[in-house]
């Protein structure tokens, strides 16, 4: 029987590292340009959805909220704001379109990692269809506001009304 030495041990698992490093790193050099243009394509889709316009403009938004992470003029319909807040089980990127009057006129969810079954309800359209008609005031019911919250996620329903908010806070700003 021969005896590994430790010295030995070490090489082998550096060696495993180093090779499997590189391949993550090489995958990740391959798939990062289609990544981009999957959720690029994936925001734009979400654009529409939320404010029909011909256009998205992106504007500078000078506010102070680190929530919102971009703002488009929509045309003259309004704006349509992206959003990542802190939900239960990370970051929920979302955009909202709020109109020329500060209303919102929809939400879609773009990507998040909520818990499957529960926080992930999110992104239907029954939950986020709550929030068109508001205008900086979305609260969950548990909260004294009129948003249903998710059963078993009130985290997340709470960050998607706090993302809402900031979306409203920031048009209003720029409008």
Do not use: H, W
């Amino acid at each position: 029987m021969k005896k590994v030495s430790m010295a030995g041990l070490i090489i082998v698992l550096f060696v495993i590292c180093v090779v499997t490093s590189l391949l993550l790193g090489l995958v990740n050099e391959i798939t990062e340009d289609r990544i981009d243009e999957i959720t690029a394509e994936n925001t734009r889709l979400a654009m529409q959805e939320v404010l029909q316009a011909d256009s998205y403009d992106e504007v500078e938004y000078t506010g102070g909220d680190s929530q919102v992470t971009g703002v488009y003029k929509a045309g003259d319909a309004g704006y349509v704001v992206e959003v990542s807040v802190s939900g239960s089980q990370g970051m929920i990127s979302m955009v909202v379109g709020v109109d020329t009057a500060g209303t919102v006129t929809g939400v879609s969810i773009v990507d998040m990692s909520e818990t499957p079954g529960l926080g992930d309800k999110a992104s239907e359209p029954e939950f986020r269809s709550q929030f068109v008609g508001t205008t900086g005031d979305a609260a969950v019911d548990k909260d004294g506001g009129t948003i249903a919250a998710l059963t078993g996620a009130t985290v997340t329903s709470r960050a998607v009304a706090n993302g809402v908010n900031a979306a409203v806070a920031a048009a209003a700003t720029i409008g």
